[in-house]
């Protein structure tokens, strides 16, 4: 396999792509070499160096070991959303229906992607939430059975704090996902929150 085939076949492994669209950004980029994929390259190296994990809430980050979100004194910090990813903290944020602090899981609780309690950011969830002055726990996961046996999972976890449990409500449709919420189905499903019992 040749170098332009090997790119073409990495680029649509990438997500909402395919090979077609891989082709014409591959064809695009190789046309555009200085102006486009020149500067890509750059960025992506540069992008791979600097940017990690926030120590706090594991939002991505560069340089600093915080991110803005948990170092900005105007945001809430007895509530914390839980999120599966980034995608998700940024359609909130988009939706402006929340002002407190974000917790990054990693992902979901997947038995058929092997993805256990180990994989995710459950401990340091638990451990927050005892050394911070958390007092209500949103949990905006997606509506799919991973989700719901993620905030399963959590909600036995937390069972002994004095924390309210909350999750989305109205608007999230059953095997939906956060991320693709636009942003007032999202401040609904934020104001009906319902506490987990």
Sequence with gaps: MDALE????????????????AQRICLHLLKRKEQELVPLQQMLARVSETIRSCARCGALTTEQETCQLCQNPKRKSDALCVVEDMADLWAIERAQCFHGRYHLLGGVLSALDGIGPEELHLSSLVARCKEEAVQEVILALSATIEGQTTIHYIRTQLASLPIRVSVLALGMPIGGEVNYLD????NTAFQARRVLE
């Design 6 to 21: 090997a790119l073409i076949r990495h680029v649509a492994r990438l997500p909402g792509l395919g090979s077609r669209s």
């Design 183 to 186: 942003e007032g189905t999202l």
